[in-house]
């Protein structure tokens, strides 16, 4: 049995005891009035049922649907909690490729973003401390032409992923993290269509 068929239960439970105690107040009132009386006593005794079993049912009614609407706010709460972990697995996962599809994507990444004219690449201690020989001379092949440079600063940037891109006091930031928050509610509707 479920919450809201109990609930019902416990209701319809309460609505009988109810009716029956005013059957039972309306037949002890019914003994001490006169015969001429007793019609106008059964008419009263009706009107009450009437009422209590509109009560029951508009109670029943209202507890059905509170049971309802939690039902939906706990799948909702459950579905925003599966993408966001999508997400952060996805985020995770890009994270940790293997080094030539991870230096391959940062990369593609630096095509997309870079400026024209000298730009500086700051990359995390991790990812310094695994760039692959010729990395630099690589990225600047795969930029080719409108006057775009790129060097790799020897100087970590503090961040978990990806890179920044500086251009004077001009930051181009192409963190893993912060590419995820720019695109997070595109993200949250594709992983929506995907897992549900």
Do not use: W
């Not at 996962?93 to 030539?100: D, V």
């Not at 400026?115 to 795969?142: C, I, K, T, Y």
């Not at 251009?167 to 181009?172: L, T």
């Amino acid at each position: 049995m479920t919450g809201t068929e109990r609930i019902v239960e416990r209701i319809k439970g309460d609505s009988a005891h109810q009716c029956a105690g005013i059957l039972e107040q309306a037949a002890l009132q019914a003994e001490e009035i006169t015969a001429a009386a007793s019609a106008e006593a059964e008419k009263m005794i009706a009107l009450a049922a009437e009422k209590t079993r509109l009560r029951a049912q508009q109670s029943a009614a209202a507890a059905q649907s509170a049971a309802r609407q939690k039902a939906s706010l706990l799948l909702l709460e459950a579905k925003a909690q599966a993408v966001n972990e999508t997400i952060s697995a996805a985020l995770q996962a890009l994270k940790e490729l293997p080094e030539e599809r991870y230096f391959a994507a940062l990369k593609a990444l630096a095509a997309e973003n870079a400026m024209p004219g000298e730009g500086v690449m700051r990359l995390s201690r991790l990812d310094l401390d695994r760039l692959p020989p010729g990395f630099e001379e690589q990225l600047n092949a795969a930029l080719a032409g409108g006057g775009t440079r790129i060097s790799i600063s020897g100087q970590p940037a503090q961040i978990d992923g990806g890179f920044v891109l500086e251009y004077g006091v001009i930051e181009v930031n192409c963190t893993f993290d912060a590419l995820v928050q720019e695109k997070l509610d595109m993200l949250k509707e594709t992983v929506c269509g995907i897992i549900f």
